[in-house]
């Protein structure tokens, strides 16, 4: 006896068309977000080596039949960008290192140690997310006026080192750690200070360098705080003292395109170095 039967294509086959389509449609998403960022960048970078007398005739075009380095001659002479940058970097190590360190034991405290209103004070804390900061502003600065810490490092960094977000993360990636951990170092006489610091931290790092990079780069870009607490040029951070330096020239654009490029590439620097311990810090405090 003869006869045929037909079988449907494997699902194996139908599962792996899907995955591949997946991925390309992800693929393609991936590249449309980075030109997204990318393109605004090569063209500041563009506009930045172009001469003025060609911006004026057409300030879109993306080619320049003379490059020069004009612009960036011109912030070196009439800036300060070394101290500028400098300040930039003292400001944002020091707010990070300060943010990382009491961000990381308010969440061990809310995370592993058991006391009454634990959750009340966690929720309070979260309620500090909806508090704009800019109501806040005015009663920082009368504060630091009072103890004269006006122009200085600790007059910028001080207040930024509040971080609901950090200790969100950190508390997050805390509670996934097993509690015997943590009840077996107690057992053997350990005091919470001394399993925060020996038994949790070292397995925390995917949170340090999360919380390290996303406060670095937030403070690095902050303008609004440096511009309210520092006149003095010389204490200034980059993003105003390039805005005092784009204030000076008035609207050149090729000058204003190369102060934004000198502030993106030092981030850019830092995400080419760290890009991995990025990805690790994102997938394992859980943050999608």
């Given at each position: 006896?003869t006869?045929?039967?037909?079988?449907?294509?494997?699902?194996?086959?139908?599962r792996?068309?899907?995955?591949?389509?997946?991925?390309?449609?992800?693929l393609?998403?991936?590249?449309?977000?980075?030109?997204?960022?990318?393109?605004?960048?090569l063209?500041?970078?563009?506009?930045?080596?172009?001469?003025?007398?060609?911006?004026?005739?057409?300030?879109?075009?993306?080619?320049?039949?003379?490059?020069?380095?004009?612009?960036?001659?011109?912030?070196?002479?009439?800036?300060?960008?070394?101290?500028?940058?400098?300040n930039?970097?003292?400001?944002?190590l020091?707010?990070?290192?300060?943010?990382?360190?009491?961000?990381s034991?308010?969440?061990?405290?809310?995370?592993q140690?058991?006391?009454?209103?634990?959750?009340?004070?966690?929720?309070?804390?979260?309620?500090?997310?909806?508090?704009?900061?800019?109501?806040?502003?005015?009663?920082?600065?009368?504060?630091?006026q009072e103890?004269?810490?006006?122009?200085?490092?600790?007059?910028?960094?001080?207040?930024?080192?509040?971080?609901?977000?950090?200790?969100?993360?950190?508390?997050?990636?805390?509670?996934?750690?097993?509690?015997?951990?943590?009840?077996?170092?107690r057992?053997?006489?350990?005091?919470w200070?001394?399993?925060?610091?020996?038994?949790?931290?070292?397995?925390?790092?995917?949170?340090?360098?999360?919380?390290t990079?996303?406060?670095?780069?937030?403070?690095?870009n902050?303008?609004?705080?440096?511009?309210?607490?520092?006149?003095?040029?010389?204490?200034?951070?980059?993003?105003?003292?390039?805005?005092?330096v784009?204030?000076?020239?008035?609207?050149?654009?090729a000058?204003?395109?190369?102060?934004?490029?000198?502030?993106?590439v030092?981030?850019?620097?830092?995400?080419?170095?760290?890009?991995?311990?990025?990805?690790?810090?994102?997938?394992?405090?859980?943050?999608?």
């Amino acid at each position: 006896m003869t006869g045929t039967t037909q079988t449907a294509a494997p699902a194996p086959r139908r599962r792996y068309d899907a995955e591949k389509l997946f991925n390309r449609v992800a693929l393609g998403v991936l590249v449309a977000f980075a030109l997204l960022w990318l393109v605004p960048l090569l063209f500041a970078t563009a506009i930045s080596i172009r001469p003025a007398d060609e911006i004026a005739v057409d300030p879109t075009s993306w080619f320049s039949s003379n490059p020069t380095l004009a612009a960036y001659e011109d912030l070196f002479d009439k800036g300060k960008l070394p101290y500028w940058y400098a300040n930039s970097f003292i400001v944002s190590l020091l707010t990070t290192v300060l943010t990382v360190g009491t961000a990381s034991l308010a969440a061990f405290g809310l995370s592993q140690v058991r006391f009454r209103l634990r959750r009340v004070a966690f929720l309070l804390l979260l309620a500090g997310i909806m508090v704009p900061m800019q109501v806040l502003m005015i009663p920082q600065f009368l504060a630091l006026q009072e103890v004269g810490l006006l122009n200085t490092y600790w007059g910028v960094v001080l207040p930024q080192v509040p971080n609901v977000v950090a200790v969100f993360v950190f508390k997050q990636f805390f509670d996934g750690i097993p509690r015997e951990l943590v009840e077996a170092a107690r057992a053997d006489g350990a005091g919470w200070l001394r399993t925060y610091w020996q038994i949790v931290m070292p397995v925390a790092r995917p949170a340090v360098s999360a919380v390290t990079i996303f406060v670095f780069v937030q403070v690095w870009n902050n303008f609004l705080w440096p511009l309210l607490v520092v006149t003095d040029p010389e204490m200034m951070t980059l993003p105003v003292g390039l805005n005092s330096v784009q204030d000076a020239f008035g609207i050149p654009y090729a000058q204003l395109m190369a102060s934004a490029v000198l502030g993106a590439v030092p981030l850019l620097v830092v995400f080419s170095l760290f890009q991995r311990r990025i990805v690790e810090g994102i997938a394992g405090t859980g943050l999608k």
